[in-house]
T-cell receptor, first 113, second 105 residues
Framework: GAGVSQSPSNKVTEKGKDVELRCDPI?????LYWYRQSLGQGLEFLIY????????KSGLPSDRFSAERTGGSVSTLTIQRTQQEDSAVYLC???????????FGDGTRLSIL | QQPVQSPQAVILREGEDAVINCSSS?????VHWYRQKHGEAPVFLMI?????EQKGHEKISASFNEKKQQSSLYLTASQLSYSGTYFC??????FGAGTRLTVKP
């Protein structure tokens, strides 16, 4: 079956521009996570969606970052007024429930010029 | 709060063994282990649940001490393909900083 799909795979943009990153989770997975991974670093938690519950936004680094999940499926991570320190790989993952493993997408490599 | 992993890095020769540790400051129901190769997405290795249940690859072994809130991943008779960065994650899917494992011929 299809895995977690992320688009675009690469994004280059100028400082100050807004960007939208998309994640299409595995069908039926109620939990969806966004992470940021800077070069050579670990997986920084950003936000978590579970079904229709209010998302856990505790990892968002600033108010320039926001995310939504429409219809319990596709999610979009938006970064406004991008800064050079936003350059990283943004990974999305989904899982069916807390007893199941996460499945990661291939990520979006974001480069801010 | 993210778990703490140790060591940060380890270098092995093929056939040698390694242990990677993960500890949390809060009570855990589960611990998750993933491996990430350079330029790739993390891949699931194992889940350990409170009560002793485990799900994962047959060739990977791990332990979970619920009382101490600690888990260890055991890599035995390492192969070149074991190289990568290993991450442990907790119930809420916060991950440790990772352990970089390098296996040399």
């Amino acid at each position: 079956g299809a895995g977690v799909s992320q688009s675009p795979s690469n994004k280059v943009t100028e400082k100050g521009k807004d960007v939208e990153l998309r994640c299409d989770p595995i069908s039926g997975h109620t939990a969806l996570y966004w992470y940021r991974q800077s070069l050579g670093q670990g997986l920084e938690f950003l936000i978590y969606f579970q079904g229709n519950s209010a998302p856990d936004k505790s990892g968002l680094p600033s108010d320039r970052f926001s995310a939504e999940r429409t219809g319990g499926s596709v999610s979009t991570l938006t970064i406004q007024r991008t800064q050079q320190e936003d350059s990283a790989v943004y990974l999305c993952a989904s899982r069916a429930d807390r007893y199941q493993p996460q499945h990661f997408g291939d990520g979006t490599r974001l480069s801010i010029l | 709060q993210q778990p703490v992993q140790s060591p940060q890095a380890v270098i092995l020769r093929e056939g040698e063994d390694a242990v990677i540790n993960c500890s949390s400051s809060k009570a855990l129901y589960s611990v998750h282990w993933y491996r990430q190769k350079h330029g790739e997405a993390p891949v699931f290795l194992m889940i350990l649940l409170k009560g002793g249940e485990q799900k994962g690859h047959e060739k990977i072994s791990a332990s979970f001490n619920e009382k101490k809130q600690q888990s260890s991943l055991y890599l035995t008779a390492s192969q070149l393909s074991y190289s990568g960065t290993y991450f442990c994650g907790t119930d809420d899917m916060r991950f440790g900083a990772g352990t970089r494992l390098t296996v040399k011929p």
